[in-house]
C-alpha cells in the first residue's frame, strides 16, 4: 500500500523559507520521479517540482530559483526547499510517486504578514 507523508508546513512571512519534507513507504522509491504539486484556495492542483530516480529536477516557472527539490534515496524522502516565499506561494503541498494514483494528506504552507 503506497503511503505518502508531507510535513514542515507553515505560517511565515514574505521573505522567508520553509522545507517540505515527504515520507514514501509502498513502493520501491531509488526507481521512482518523485514531485510536488500544489493547490491554492479555489485552484486546481498545480505542478511545483519534480525529481528523476536520477535527480534531474525541472520546476515550475514561478519557482525557479527559489525552490529546490531534492531525495534521500536511503530514507525514502523527498524535500522541498523554498526559499524568499511569496504570498502567492500560499497552497497545500503534496508530493507525488510517479505511476502511482496515491496522495498524501498535504501540508499547508500560509506566506503572510
Known amino acids: 500500500q503506497v503511503q505518502l507523508v508531507e510535513s514542515g508546513g507553515g505560517v511565515v512571512q514574505p521573505g522567508g523559507s520553509l522545507r517540505l519534507s515527504c515520507a514514501a513507504t509502498?513502493?520501491?522509491?531509488?526507481?521512482?520521479?518523485m514531485g510536488w504539486y500544489r493547490r491554492a484556495p479555489g485552484n486546481q492542483r498545480d505542478f511545483v517540482a519534480h525529481?528523476?530516480?536520477?535527480?534531474?529536477?525541472d520546476y515550475a516557472d514561478s519557482v525557479k530559483g527559489r525552490f529546490t527539490i531534492s531525495r534521500d534515496n536511503a530514507k525514502n524522502r523527498v524535500f522541498l526547499q523554498m526559499n524568499d516565499l511569496k504570498a502567492e506561494d500560499t497552497a497545500v503541498y503534496y508530493c507525488?510517486?510517479?505511476?502511482?494514483?496515491?496522495w498524501g494528506q498535504g501540508t499547508q504552507v500560509t506566506v503572510s504578514s
Open positions: 525529481i528523476s530516480s536520477g535527480g534531474i529536477t
Open positions: 509502498g513502493i520501491i522509491f531509488t526507481n521512482t520521479a
Open positions: 507525488h510517486a510517479q505511476g502511482y494514483i496515491s
